[in-house]
């Protein structure tokens, strides 16, 4: 196995997340320089979005409270558009932030940019996750990132059927079936399952920012998977739109010796841990090679090797870490809003993955789609 490096060493944030969190400054960890400007972060909470909150904390951790401020949007945010806006224009404020990143980028992002670049043209903007039409958040952010969506849709499905797969479960809800690239994406699969002769079986679940909330949403896929695998089979691959359902997901999987291809967010440390009981100890903390060997000793102990996988390195923390590298280079003079080149350099850095494939989406330039290698257990 080639070496990986996991920049954003999510186990060590776990233990280590109250670093800089003081009154006192802290300065800048693995050599970095203290920063003499601010780089604002807003990212969901703990429950919608573990890895990107996780990941603001190690940049504190690592940059200090001083460089980085971090806030958060609602776990309702798609009815708290007004919240979400206040908070990310909140962080320019301060004139001596000079980036801000939204990773995810959620209903309200766009407006958010809009509004303080009445005040401020001197902040860059870079968007991880954009939930809302490529063509309204490229308009507006410097950099946007996400993983290659359009891609996923061969690759995901390729996955599957190498691992088996005879009918391919996607799970959504209106809201994300109503974003353009998850929309296409899903087209994708429909395309790339009829060309390898499986059965894509598109089922409705419950929106975890609806009435139901979260747990309702968990406990509808706890619940479902049995059935599907009860109707379709065990070679039965299963995908899911939502950050919030993977644990259960993984874990009902796992039970009825189904196909788990990858996360909606891939990354080692997305929903593995939780649903399969993974403790690390501290010295093998953010050691990812370790975490893909314990994932797969908990997949063969289970009799499930070769049907579960994920990236090599995690999507969503890839993105801030990245984003934030960026920033600090912007915020030292040394490179300009948009450099396709740099980003992509640091993208390579932040995963350890010299295969790591970047794509832009057409027509905007400014738009990054990626994809890392994955790990079959």
């Not at 001596?96 to 980028?105: L, T």
């Not at 809201?175 to 409705?204: F, P």
Request: overall charge negative.
């Amino acid at each position: 196995m080639k070496k990986r490096v996991l920049v954003f060493l999510l186990m060590a944030v776990l233990s280590l997340s109250l670093v800089g969190c003081g009154g006192e400054k802290t300065t800048g960890g693995e050599g970095k320089e203290d920063l003499d400007f601010k780089i604002g972060i807003a990212t969901g909470t703990v429950s919608q979005g573990e890895e990107e909150f996780r990941a603001a904390e190690n940049a504190i951790a690592k940059y200090g409270k001083d460089a980085i401020e971090h806030v958060t949007y609602p776990d309702k945010f798609s009815e708290e558009q007004e919240t979400t806006i206040a908070q990310i224009t909140s962080l320019a404020a301060d004139p001596k932030v000079k980036a801000i990143i939204v990773c995810q980028g959620v209903p309200g992002a766009a407006a958010a940019i809009d509004k303080i670049k009445e005040d401020r043209d001197d902040i860059l903007f870079i968007v991880g996750l954009p939930h809302e039409d490529p063509e309204t958040i490229s308009a507006r952010a410097d950099i946007v990132l996400e993983t290659d969506q359009l891609k996923r849709g061969e690759t995901i499905v390729n996955l599957a059927h190498e691992m088996g797969a005879k009918t391919f479960i996607h799970y959504s809800f209106p809201r994300h079936m109503s974003q353009e690239l998850l929309a296409r994406r899903r087209d994708k699969m429909k395309e790339t399952c009829e060309a390898l002769g499986i059965d894509l079986v598109e089922v409705d679940a419950p929106d975890p920012t609806g009435d139901a909330g979260i747990s309702g949403a968990q406990q509808f896929m706890i619940e479902d998977v049995p059935r599907q695998v009860e109707k379709y089979g065990k070679d039965t691959a299963f995908f899911s739109t939502n950050c919030a359902m993977q644990e259960p997901l993984i874990k009902a999987v796992l039970d009825t010796g189904a196909i788990y291809p990858e996360q909606c967010c891939p990354s080692p440390y997305h929903a593995y841990p939780g649903a399969l009981g993974i403790e690390i100890p501290e010295d093998k903390a953010g050691d990812v090679d370790y975490m893909l060997e314990q994932i797969r000793e908990k997949i063969k102990e289970a009799g499930a090797s070769g049907r579960f996988a994920t990236w090599q390195a995690s999507a969503n923390m890839t993105m801030i870490e990245a984003a934030v590298e960026y920033a600090v280079d912007y915020g030292k003079g040394e490179v300009e809003k948009f450099d396709k080149d740099h980003m992509i350099k640091i993208l390579k850095e932040v995963t350890g993955d010299d295969d790591l494939i970047v794509n832009e989406l057409e027509g905007n330039p400014n738009f990054l789609m990626f994809i890392v290698s994955s790990e079959i257990f």
